[in-house]
């Protein structure tokens, strides 16, 4: 029955825990520094983890159109992976790769002109990227943007319903637990 009311608790906590915008790269990245942009979106979402080291090669930026950095992530990305040739094999085998393709999750900024790659201090790869001119309110410009309430309206509609939903599932499982003779 614990492990009912922990189940219940959590997913009311999970539930209040909102997305952030991110942008969303598909990208791939060759060893010769050449990056083949495969897709990209504006969605709703968690920033990447990125993974990091003492040689941290790669960067990240953000630019503004006024060329400002609005964020720089530094991370290691190597080429090579590391695979154990059978259950009884105690040293990894060295697998080489010539190129590497993920996703990479990068906060979502509503000034944001540009999203540039960097290895060792040298840009290889630059994305402008499109301005939301189709949405655009009367007297909004990308440095000053009109706060649109149905947004967060939104929002609070599907967190509150998103609990509500959730309070429904705990009664039925306690209601259910009563049920059975207070079985534990």
């Not at 695979?83 to 094999?89: H, K, L, M, T």
């Not at 790769?97 to 000034?111: A, F, G, I, K």
């Not at 149905?150 to 939903?165: E, K, P, R, V």
Request: proline share 6%; aromatic share 14%; with cysteine.
């Amino acid at each position: 029955m614990k492990t009912k009311y922990f189940l219940v608790s959590l997913m009311l906590v999970l539930s209040l825990a909102n997305a952030a915008k991110i942008y969303e790269l598909h990208l791939t990245i060759y060893k010769n520094d050449t990056v083949v942009l495969n897709g990209f979106d504006t969605r709703e979402g968690e920033v990447s983890i990125f993974p990091t080291s003492e040689d941290n090669n790669y960067e990240f930026r953000i630019i503004s159109g006024g060329d400002t950095t609005l964020f720089s992530q530094p991370f290691h990305l190597g080429f090579v992976a590391y695979r154990f040739q059978g259950p009884n094999a105690t040293e990894p085998s060295v697998v080489p790769y010539d190129q590497v393709e993920d996703y990479w999750n990068l906060p979502y900024y509503e000034n944001a002109a540009l999203i540039q790659l960097f290895h060792d201090g040298r840009k290889i790869f630059e994305y402008e990227l499109p301005q939301q001119t189709a949405e655009e309110e009367p007297g909004e410009t990308p440095e000053k943007p009109v706060e649109k309430p149905f947004d967060s309206n939104l929002i609070i509609c599907a967190t509150c319903g998103s609990i509500a939903i959730l309070a429904l599932v705990a009664y039925a499982l306690f209601r259910y637990a009563g049920k059975k003779g207070g079985r534990k």
